[in-house]
């Protein structure tokens, strides 16, 4: 048996007697890594000690399912000698798990202490000084595809919810969704923990019945695609009216004040300085945290030297990390629309099918920089059964009465909606809303998000 602390071996306990259980001990330190294909359910709980999942601390003696996903739980701290357990019920061969030593989370903690430090040196600023109030860390977190942004995001969140911030995060990667719907940019302010359960990792949104885990409320931008460079135009500009209102949040919130943001991005390299630089100024950036990318931080140190109140710090990449194809990205986003309308094994919702009439509302579209001169805009859509079947249309704060599609750049997303079926012949569409209720007279935009129910 190794030493905990030094160079513990990883150990799986056998079978505890019961078919199909295994009992797991994962040393301080060590992180215990699954992947769960979508389809397949892995069902386990923490019986001792204490184990997370990307910061997310995990409730003891209460099973956990999850599904479609490559995670890791983490055991931070000795409990009696290594006793960090989970049993997990393990009837799949299709389920990758292992233990691992070789962590990076001892850095990420790190990190987080650095930027919780800069938090407390804000509050107590503020409470001196409220007539000169300053803001908390504003975190940037860029790098490659697949390099663990995401990841360092939710347990930067986590930590933060334990150490009592509110900070606002944000994402910038419209592929993912967060509390909304792939296709959107969201800014969130977290207050309470996350759900680990859910299809991302991250957990519901406002719903019309209860939920295990408090709803996070998100102010949602719709960019419309899940690439970035589908309109990057359209894309900068958005990111820049969400930066507006995270910004004018922090001025009339004095816990996000002191809370900061943490901001996930897609994957950006220097190539992409613009990019980056306009984020970096929208959201008055004062940390970027690089993963795991010696060259782009140096980089990125040449191009901002004129920034002096700007810290680039690198962490390390996690050995953990997965390749994630096309196809597993794809089906994780149907997973999240799923939920967003019916909820999940914990959280059954009751969305609600109705017809609508187009020649009542406004339907606009959004664009590819290729097909437009000017990218800047969302154009008339013509409806059409082509163009709307099985699509998710986005319903904006804009009432219908306002006649120009340029007001549709600076407004919200209200909430989504899935067109099932468009009647060419009667001018209906049949539409899936989240939860029963009049369906808004506001200006709609189709978004390219498709989705077969
Ligand atoms: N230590 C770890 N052990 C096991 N899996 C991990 C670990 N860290 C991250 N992962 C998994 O690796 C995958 C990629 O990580 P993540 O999504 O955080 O990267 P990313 O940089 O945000 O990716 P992208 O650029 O595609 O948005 C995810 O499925 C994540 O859950």
Redesign the pocket.
Known sequence: MSIPGFGAEAQVYSETGSKGLVEVAIPEGS?W??EVPHKTILKFKVTEGVAEI?GTELPINVELQISG????VYAPIIYETFKNKTVMSNESEEIVEYLSND?VMANYINLHLVVEAMRQQVSDNNILNPTELQSGPRVLIV??????????AKLLSAYAIKSDSTPVLVNL?P??GVFSLPGSLTATPISDSLDVESAN?WGFTTTSGSLFHNPKQPIVKNYGFVDVNENLDLYKYQVSKLGVTVLSRLEEDIACRNGGVII?T??LGIKDFTVIENIVSDFEVNLIVV?GNERLMIDLKKRFKHKSALQIVKVPK?????E?DEAFIRRTQEESIKEYFNGNYKTRLSPFKTDIDVNDHTIYKCVLSSDVNSALSFLPAEPSSSNLDNSILAITQLPSTHKSGRELLNTSILGYVHVSKFDDAKGKIKVLLPFPGGFPRNMLISTNIGFNE
């Open positions: 992180e890594r699954i990307f996903t490559k995670t890791m962590s790098g490659n595809g697949n390099s663990g942004k995401t990841s360092l990667n592929r993912d990792g996930d897609p994957a993963l996690s050995e953990g990390l997965v994630v």
